[in-house]
């Protein structure tokens, strides 16, 4: 697979939902950006809060933008706040850097997008992420493990 379809981004999102109902998770949105950062698919179960939309999409597109997990981003968060806040000043407020937003890659480790899930806790939106891209045959990349 060289590029993420609509078919295979609405796919994660349906298994991603799935995930989060077994786990009983708090209602759940996902968002899913191609390598450009592009949305392909956007789905917010019921009862989701209002700004879940924007926390999915900003995981996912700061794990664009930066190449890592969003785990990753928030030990830089920690580590390096300065930097983080240049780079969302950069980005224009786009990145979220809490774990949730996790790179989509293929077998041969190319980047096809990411998925970025906001609902429950951040270490339950990383899991849902995780379990939808393998599920669907692909390489969850959340930078280390939850």
């Not at 956007?42 to 933008?65: C, N």
């Amino acid at each position: 697979m060289s590029a993420l379809t609509l078919k295979v981004a609405v796919s994660l999102t349906n298994r991603a939902i799935v995930a989060g109902r077994k786990i009983a998770a708090a209602p759940l949105t996902i968002a899913v950006l191609d390598a450009g950062g592009h949305l392909l698919s956007l789905q917010r179960e019921d009862g989701a809060s209002l700004l879940r939309p924007q926390i999915a999409i900003g995981k996912a597109w700061g794990a664009i933008a930066l190449g890592k997990g969003s785990r990753l981003l928030a030990l830089d968060a920690q580590q390096r706040p300065a930097f983080i806040a240049a780079l969302n000043s950069l980005g224009q407020g786009s990145v979220v850097p809490a774990p949730g937003g996790v790179l989509i890659r293929d077998q041969d480790g190319v980047v096809l997008g990411a998925i970025g899930i906001s609902g429950d806790t951040s270490d339950i939106d990383e899991q849902c992420a995780i379990s939808a891209i393998e599920e669907q045959g692909l390489r969850a990349d959340a930078g280390v493990s939850a």
